[in-house]
């Protein structure tokens, strides 16, 4: 899957529907993986996005001593990875190996892309203050990836426990959502 | 329609794939409401849901003085209400009178229900440190609603400018997604 630059002024149409992401972090030249739900467009331009990580994951540590990640968006052909990722710990299992999923080189972290997935975004935390009350990090998106084959990828929405909404059909209706409302 | 109570430790299942949501606010006698796709779930028991509405939102204002709000789900038939809500102002229209909307009081604060929505949440503000920098809140749901009878329902997902993406099918993975990823 070759992917291409996408402009950051779009990147919360990738985000907004809500669809499952999979982290990527890397410390001590070690990429793990880990699958989100909890996360949220904040902000247009830069693009920023809310993430909570419970502190119970690996990742949580990795990505608060490097305050770099990747979020990969998949579709629903890697629903089964999805889960395997979220399954496994990093702390013993090299997910990339275990679940065949491809590393490709970051521009702007060390954090890797993920190549099976359709999207991928590049991240520096900006602000950690509420990390130690909520586990909560605000993302700025530095760099933005796409595979522009991909027309109409079917996302998947997690519902709880194995359950995932696959993304339906798209409905186009006339006037945009717009402010003071 | 008719609701029914939902357990709060499984109000994760509702927001967590991403839909849309009307909130409702209500201040000197006066309800608003107002669409919102910039949410995410921050903990699931007691539930609290982390939000972005803009300060140039009238909802903004009057969520910052009541803390209270509900967070209702729409589903595809109401995409045109969800749509309209989002183009007019609380200033100066009554919208549930000019959508055809039906505020049904709610138990725990004074923003109402929608009737017309299949699950409604009532919300508490918890934390508004960020609200100014972020303009970002944490609420907790306090009081859930749902319609028993409403079993598949297709949520909307916002993809920007007046596109929305339909929950589509739902598949069943054998394991869930645990811990220490």
Redesign the interface.
């Known amino acids: 899957m070759t992917k291409t630059k996408y402009p950051l002024s ?1 990147v ?2 990738l985000l ?4 499952v992401v999979l982290v990527t972090t890397a410390r001590a030249g070690r990429a793990n993986v ?2 989100m ?7 247009f331009v830069p693009p ?1 996005v ?3 990580i ?1 502190n ?4 949580f540590e990795t990505l608060k001593a490097t305050r770099e990640c990747v979020i990969n968006i998949p579709t ?1 052909e890697l ?2 990875k999805v ?1 395997a ?7 013993r299992v090299d997910k990339f190996k275990a679940f065949g999923l491809t590393p490709v080189a970051a521009a702007r972290v060390r954090a890797p892309l993920i190549a099976e997935c359709y999207a991928s975004l590049e991240c520096k935390v900006v602000d950690g203050k ?1 990390a130690a009350k ?1 586990n ?1 990090f ?1 993302l700025e998106v530095v760099k933005a990836w796409i595979d522009p084959a991909r027309e109409h990828p ?28």
Chains 1, 2 share one sequence.
Do not use: D, K
């Not at 907004?16 to 669809?19: C, K, M, W």
């Not at 739900?37 to 902000?43: A, D, N, T, Y």
């Not at 119970?56 to 990742?59: D, K, L």
């Open positions: 779009e919360y149409r907004e529907p809500g669809p880990m699958p739900s909890w996360h949220f467009m904040m902000e920023l809310g993430c909570v419970s119970r994951n690996y990742s629903v629903a089964e889960v990722c979220g399954n496994a710990s990093g702390e509420l909520y909560f605000v079917r996302t998947i929405h997690h519902q709880g426990e194995g359950v995932f909404i696959v993304a339906g059909r798209t409905i186009h209706l006339p006037s945009p959502i717009t402010s003071r409302a």
